[in-house]
């Protein structure tokens, strides 16, 4: 009898290519609203403000170090999450439901209360626009640096290499944002919180896409 692969097995089955094509379809939106809202926080009005943990946190002595970790750290980060989704496909439908959620929260924080951020934050001219998308703009609540790989964390809790690599990440990402002072440290602790919160209603609002990862990993 011929055995089926991984890939075979999860899209012969129409719910999961429905499901799938409906967190590409999330993903994309909360995309879309993510950008509308970083373009909406730069034009709004609003001011710098102190921050007991940045304001006696010492300056990093290679800047260019943090800049160029926290650009290509970002795009690593994103194609760790798809190598893992590949590599284990039942996680797809979940993970990319869940990292839309994630941007949609995210996007109806930042667009209600209008900060800008720190003058001292570290601003390098280097890759372009790509750093323009990734690391400009005062959409600052909260820090989607560190969220993304905690909440990758969260989805890929069973796989132990996964779980850590993500964890770790997410931890460097707090320190060379804090160093890089693109947030204030609100909107770094505050990840451990809102992203539980979210996975938690994600297992809840795509409890059949989780169930399946889960007996699939």
């Known amino acids: 009898m011929e055995s089926r692969g991984p890939y075979q097995k999860s899209f012969r089955d129409p719910r999961f290519r429905k499901s799938v094509a409906m967190g590409i379809f999330s993903l994309l939106l909360a995309g879309c609203a993510a950008a509308l809202a970083q373009q909406y926080v730069r034009q709004a009005p609003g001011n710098p403000v102190g921050d007991l943990f940045l304001d006696n ?35 797809l439908p979940f993970t990319l439901k869940t ?22 934050k570290i601003m390098l001219d280097r890759w372009g626009a790509l750093a323009k998308f990734i690391y400009g ?43 890089a002072r693109s947030h204030y440290s609100i909107d770094v602790f505050v990840v451990p919180f809102v992203g539980y919160g979210i996975f938690a209603i994600a297992q809840k609002f795509f409890q059949k896409d989780y169930l399946t990862a889960r007996l699939n990993t």
């Not at 170090?65 to 194609?79: H, P, Q, R, Y």
């Not at 990292?99 to 001292?120: E, G």
């Not at 993304?148 to 890929?156: M, S, T, V």
Request: aromatic share 22%.
């Open 99 to 120: 990292i839309a959620l994630l941007y949609f929260v995210r996007t109806f924080f930042v667009s209600l209360t209008h900060l800008k951020v720190s003058p001292d």
């Open 137 to 179: 703009g005062n959409d600052l609540f909260f820090s989607g640096h560190v969220a993304l790989p905690f909440i990758a964390a969260l989805i890929f809790w069973k796989m132990k290499f996964a779980r850590y690599y993500f964890l770790s990440a997410a931890a460097l990402f707090a320190i060379a944002t804090l160093f």
């Open 57 to 91: 946190l010492p300056n990093f002595p290679w800047p260019i170090l943090l800049f160029d970790f926290l650009i290509l750290g970002s795009v690593f980060v994103a194609c760790s999450i798809l190598f893992v989704t590949l590599a284990k496909p039942a996680y």
